[in-house]
């Protein structure tokens, strides 16, 4: 039986995907089992976690980024002392036969300190890999100083000497070290298995690590109140997520911009006071909650995902498609594994996109899009009581059963 499982995260607030699917998961856990538990670095206000019996033990600290001490920051993302002490405590009053370990992440403020302690305690540990940190020094396999995928082989001298960081050629050096770190505190591992979320991620990841277990989980999506958009009669076409190069949010405004169509710019990020100041044109409304994010979507004639990395398993391409929004999509990431090849352009090419983006300026190719894809979108796939479900499956696998 499984009586307790504890959640992993590197925050106990809602600031991203991750974030996201960890803490939802073990709300919806808190129902089904005797004991659920978050175990997070990073947080200061518990009550709805509280409210929902899930239990909280939080560090109280800083994620490696915000932390003033920036000595003790780069102490922490190497090796957290303090979350494997109190990661010890608390496992040392859990049973290893009925308890699982299920980690969302651990890089921004955990640290991979915790996984030995599990295996020396006898626990079995879950990972999903919701980045490609398991692998790539900076988690991304992108070089962000040139803007392109990288094809080094991980720790390889090359990626060691290559300049690839979003930030200085230092700390791509002390990313390094953290790898090597990783590498020795989870990949010896044999008490761990991993969580794909997307076939892409899987088919990348499994080239560098060699899995005791491994399953394929979709993440879910949040879809309340689900009805079908009237598309062809939408001007707006949409980018959601963060303001940042590599997610090709300039490519987007730019072929916009030259064809002079309606367009939303939803999320925050670095480049947001140069895009606002060059795109007029276009609105940039910041980060939006659900609720008003929804009414932007429901308003859309397409939605644009113009990545230039690969990406794990976007959730924006899904929760888009819910309400029948065709989607163009770069296909280089792994937002690919959820549309028809017919929607995909080649990344980071102006012309390319451009043709798919006239291409649906044409209503009846729009409306044929919006029906096939509100018919064919199979909700129960993202929901949270079938994600659930299939947690519980594998969690009973990696508990009770030798090999897969």
Same mark, same amino acid.
């Given at each position: 039986?499984?009586?307790?499982v ?28 005797? /004991? ?9 206000? *518990? ?14 600290q ?11 920051a780069i ?8 979350? #494997?002490?109190? =990661? ?7 049973? @290893?036969? /009925? ?15 915790? =996984?030995?302690?599990? /295996? !020396?305690?006898? =626990?079995?540990?879950v ?19 040139? !803007?392109?995928?990288? %094809?080094l082989?991980?720790?390889?001298? %090359?990626?060691?000497l290559?300049?690839?960081d979003?930030?200085?050629?230092l ?7 953290? &790898?090597?770190i990783?590498?020795?505190s ?15 991620? +899987? ?6 690590? !060699? @899995?005791?277990? #491994? ?10 109140? #689900? ?10 076409y ?12 300039c ?21 947001? @006071? /140069?895009l %606002?100041? %060059? ?18 979507i ?15 398993? @976007? ?5 888009? &498609? ?15 594994? =959820?549309?028809?090849? +017919?929607?995909? *352009?080649?990344?980071?090419? *102006? ?24 018919? +064919? *979108? !199979?909700e129960?796939?993202f929901s ?5 479900k ?15």
């Open positions: 039986m499984i009586r307790t504890i959640t992993v995260s590197d925050y106990g607030q809602v600031n991203g995907g991750s974030a996201k699917v960890a803490i939802e998961s073990a709300v919806a856990l808190a129902n089904i089992v005797k /004991e659920s538990i978050l175990f997070c670095a990073v947080g200061d206000n *518990f009550e709805d976690l509280l409210s929902k019996n899930v239990k909280v033990i939080c560090l109280n800083y994620d490696i980024l915000n932390n003033p001490n920036r000595f003790k102490l922490q993302g190497l090796w957290n002392e303090k979350a #494997r002490c109190e =990661f010890k405590k608390l496992l040392q009053t859990k049973n @290893p036969n /009925e308890t699982i370990i299920h980690v969302h992440s651990w890089s921004n403020a955990i640290s991979s300190s915790i =996984f030995k302690t599990a /295996e !020396n305690l006898g =626990f079995k540990v990972i999903t890999i919701h980045d490609y940190f398991l692998a790539c020094p900076n988690g991304g396999f992108y070089n962000y100083k040139k !803007n392109h995928i990288c %094809k082989t991980p720790l390889s001298l %090359k990626c060691i290559c300049n690839c979003s930030r200085k050629y700390h791509k050096i002390w990313r390094v070290f953290r &790898q090597f990783l590498n020795n989870i990949k010896k591992r044999k008490n761990i298995s991993y969580i794909f979320i997307s076939d892409f991620s +899987e088919n990348i990841l499994t080239k560098y690590i !060699n @899995p005791n277990k #491994r399953y394929r989980v979709n993440n879910p999506i949040e879809i309340k109140n #689900r009805l079908k958009t009237d598309a062809p009669n939408n001007e707006i949409l980018y959601i997520g963060r303001l940042t190069k590599e997610k090709g949010v490519l987007f405004c730019e072929v916009i911009s030259s064809l002079k169509v309606k367009a939303v710019v939803i999320g925050d990020g670095y480049l947001l @006071p /140069e %606002k100041e %060059k795109y007029k044109d276009i609105e940039f409304t910041g980060w939006l909650d659900y609720i008003n994010m929804r009414k932007y429901l308003n859309a004639r397409c939605l644009v995902f113009p990545s230039l990395w690969y990406e794990c398993s @976007p959730l924006t391409i899904s929760e888009v &498609q819910a309400f029948g929004i065709p989607c163009i999509v770069s296909d280089c990431c792994a937002g690919k594994d =959820f549309i028809s090849k +017919e929607l995909l *352009f080649n990344t980071n090419n *102006f012309e390319s996109l451009k043709e798919k983006i006239l291409a649906f300026k044409n209503n009846e190719t729009v409306e044929y899009w919006n029906n096939k894809i509100y018919n +064919e *979108f !199979n129960n796939k949270t009581q079938n994600y659930i299939n947690l519980l499956n594998v969690y009973r696998d990696v508990l009770f059963n030798d090999t897969k």
